[in-house]
């Protein structure tokens, strides 16, 4: 465990650690390789690891060994379980047992807001910082280096660790304590859900008159019924079967967030009823007619 002292400037160069290259992690780290950052890397897979080897990264044998090495450290996984099981580990091998003090950690995947605020909480008895810093624009937007990143937590840690975040994002919003930034996320996941449940509900309808969704939706674009979620329909459809392991896959993130939506409002004592809506449908939209 690495509390005993704080790392500073004038004692090491700042080393920027990534975990998780996937479909979004990969062109993160690239971007972030790219930039002249140092830079170290982990991944289970060896595919996305020697890509960011041939960029010049250097390749973590663990979690626990690239914290040790590393000031900054962006983790890019799927869901809460990869979350804290890689952030707390068992038996004193979590990343956070390892990360050296005055580091900060951003979490950029999208999970619960109460995960966010237990690490956060766990890792500043440590000296730690972390911030939840969750991110929109696709693949596409990871590798052109236009996200959008919805932060939360400490400034001085947003600012520790802006260059870093500047290397793949065009738009980084603060809004506040540790979990708003997943807050944000979940609140847009859940525009985009709800509005492509719409989509697909006209489709639907259109499709039983015999009407070819094509031709719906060049309508729809024309008219009052155009949105965001309507002309990205069939690109969500596609990327799901090409990059995401599927339909049913994309569909369980969809579901996931919505859910975790649905958590944040009853700790508000809100309802969000189209929301659940969506949620209750997830298995069944987002499929073209």
């Known amino acids: 465990m690495k509390n005993d002292e704080e790392r500073t400037p004038d004692k090491v160069t700042c080393t920027v650690g990534l975990i998780g290259l996937g479909n979004m992690g990969l062109p993160i780290a690239s971007r972030v390789a790219r930039s002249g950052l140092s830079t170290v890397v982990y991944d289970m897979r060896e595919e996305p690891v020697t890509a960011l080897r041939d960029l010049g990264a250097r390749v973590a044998t663990s979690p626990a060994n690239l914290a040790e090495q590393c000031d900054v450290i962006c983790v890019i996984l799927n869901n809460d379980a990869q979350l804290r099981s890689v952030m707390l580990g068992s038996g004193?091998?979590?990343?956070l047992d390892h990360t050296w003090p005055g580091a900060v950690v951003a979490i950029h995947s999208t999970v619960s807001p109460l995960l966010c605020h237990e690490l956060a909480e766990y890792a500043a008895g440590r000296g730690v910082a972390v911030i939840d810093a969750p991110?929109?624009?696709s693949?596409?937007?990871a590798r052109d280096g236009t996200l959008s990143l919805m932060v939360g937590g400490?400034?001085?840690a947003l600012e520790k660790c802006r260059p870093v975040l500047e290397s793949f994002s065009a738009n980084i919003f603060h809004l506040g304590v540790v979990g708003t930034g997943q807050i944000a996320k979940l609140a847009n996941n859940l525009m985009v859900a709800v509005n492509t449940h719409a989509v697909f509900e006209g489709l639907t309808l259109a499709a039983a008159a015999g009407i070819?969704?094509?031709?719906m939706i060049?309508?729809?674009k024309a008219s009052s019924g155009d949105s965001y979620a309507l002309?990205?329909?069939e690109y969500f459809i596609d990327m799901a079967e090409r990059y995401l392991g599927g339909l049913a896959a994309f569909q369980d993130t969809i579901a996931k967030d919505l859910r975790h939506a649905i958590e944040v409002a009853d700790e508000y004592a809100i309802s969000l009823p189209t929301t659940s809506s969506a949620l209750a449908g997830a298995r069944q939209f987002w499929t073209l007619p």
């Not at 070819?212 to 031709?215: A, F, L, N, R, T």
């Open 154 to 156: 400490d400034a001085q």
């Open 135 to 137: 991110v929109s624009g």
């Open 231 to 233: 002309r990205s329909y």
């Open 92 to 95: 004193g091998d979590g990343l």
């Open 212 to 215: 070819d969704h094509h031709k």
């Open 139 to 141: 693949e596409f937007g």
């Open 218 to 220: 060049e309508v729809a």
